[in-house]
């Protein structure tokens, strides 16, 4: 079933791509009348593999859209089996008021880090714009419609630190609730958080199928990811030959060096 929907995604329905960016239409099967206050959930996919981009997606829906899509199971997305999450991804972008996801390229992460940017200010950075375009999105499809809480999924040690970077940006209009492993605690966050999952696995997919080679889930712990990574690094984590854009090179020794020996 991912690999259908993965050619599918050159030509998804009731989506534009645009310059990383992915921003779905939903139809809106919500009664507006019970629309109540609209939260938005933040999370991301893809934060310490070595193959494929980092996925980072804002939801915002209802409160009852959430309280719906709880019942439908929208949880954690690594406590899903893949079908499930696609599933649940089709319920996610018909019942939300807006989906908006960024993909940040290995190449990208690699360049920033060697500029000096830590992979949280990256993810940091991605997730307030994408928060920021849904917030856009939002105005330009219900002018009426505020975004009043938004959840986020710290990567932070410290949640509240996090947190302030949002509530920055957001001002005082918008509640901010910033948790460790929030996808647990949150619909919201747990939407956003199998949004991306599903991204990134067709992303990998796309991959795979374009270079017609083995990937696994892109983590150096899985052994097909070790066995693509062994072509193209040496034991000590050097490369050995020209390495493909969507493999994150500030990872190579750090995260998987002693593993391909």
Same mark, same amino acid.
């Given at each position: 079933m991912l690999r259908r929907v993965a050619r599918q995604l050159t030509q998804p329905r009731n989506r534009v791509i645009a310059r990383n960016f992915c921003v779905a239409a939903p139809?809106?099967?919500?009664?507006? /009348?019970?629309? @109540? =206050?609209?939260?938005?959930?933040?999370?991301?996919?893809?934060?310490?593999? +070595?193959?494929?981009?980092?996925?980072?997606?804002?939801v915002i829906l209802s409160e009852r859209a959430s309280d719906e899509l709880a019942t439908m199971g929208v949880k954690d997305?690594?406590?899903? /089996?893949?079908? @499930? =999450?696609?599933?649940?991804?089709?319920?996610?972008?018909?019942?939300?008021? +807006?989906?908006?996801?960024?993909?940040?390229?290995?190449?990208?992460?690699?360049?920033?880090?060697?500029?000096?940017?830590?992979l949280n200010a990256i993810e940091v950075n991605a997730m307030l714009e994408v928060t920021d375009l849904a917030r856009k999105q939002l105005k330009l499809r219900y002018?009426?419609?505020?975004?009043?809480?938004?959840?986020?999924?710290?990567?932070?040690?410290?949640?509240?630190?996090?947190?302030?970077?949002?509530?920055?940006?957001?001002?005082?209009g918008v509640a901010v609730l910033s948790e460790h492993k929030a996808d647990e605690s949150f619909t919201s966050v747990s939407a956003a958080s199998i949004v991306a999952k599903v991204q990134r696995d067709w992303a990998l997919l796309e991959l795979e199928e374009a270079y017609g080679v083995s990937l696994g889930s892109g983590y150096p712990s899985d052994p097909l990811t070790v066995q693509y990574l062994q072509q193209i690094f040496d034991d000590e984590g050097n490369a050995i030959t020209k390495v493909p854009s969507f493999v994150r090179q500030s990872w190579a020794k750090k995260s998987f060096g002693q593993q391909i020996a």
């Amino acid at each position: 079933m991912l690999r259908r929907v993965a050619r599918q995604l050159t030509q998804p329905r009731n989506r534009v791509i645009a310059r990383n960016f992915c921003v779905a239409a939903p139809k809106g099967v919500y009664d507006k /009348s019970k629309i @109540r =206050r609209l939260i938005g959930g933040v999370d991301e996919a893809g934060r310490g593999p +070595v193959l494929g981009p980092l996925v980072v997606s804002c939801v915002i829906l209802s409160e009852r859209a959430s309280d719906e899509l709880a019942t439908m199971g929208v949880k954690d997305s690594k406590k899903l /089996s893949p079908a @499930r =999450r696609e599933t649940l991804y089709d319920e996610i972008c018909k019942w939300s008021h +807006v989906v908006v996801t960024r993909h940040l390229q290995a190449d990208e992460i690699d360049r920033r880090r060697a500029e000096g940017e830590s992979l949280n200010a990256i993810e940091v950075n991605a997730m307030l714009e994408v928060t920021d375009l849904a917030r856009k999105q939002l105005k330009l499809r219900y002018p009426s419609g505020n975004l009043d809480i938004l959840c986020v999924d710290s990567c932070d040690i410290r949640a509240d630190r996090f947190g302030s970077h949002f509530e920055k940006a957001l001002g005082p209009g918008v509640a901010v609730l910033s948790e460790h492993k929030a996808d647990e605690s949150f619909t919201s966050v747990s939407a956003a958080s199998i949004v991306a999952k599903v991204q990134r696995d067709w992303a990998l997919l796309e991959l795979e199928e374009a270079y017609g080679v083995s990937l696994g889930s892109g983590y150096p712990s899985d052994p097909l990811t070790v066995q693509y990574l062994q072509q193209i690094f040496d034991d000590e984590g050097n490369a050995i030959t020209k390495v493909p854009s969507f493999v994150r090179q500030s990872w190579a020794k750090k995260s998987f060096g002693q593993q391909i020996a």
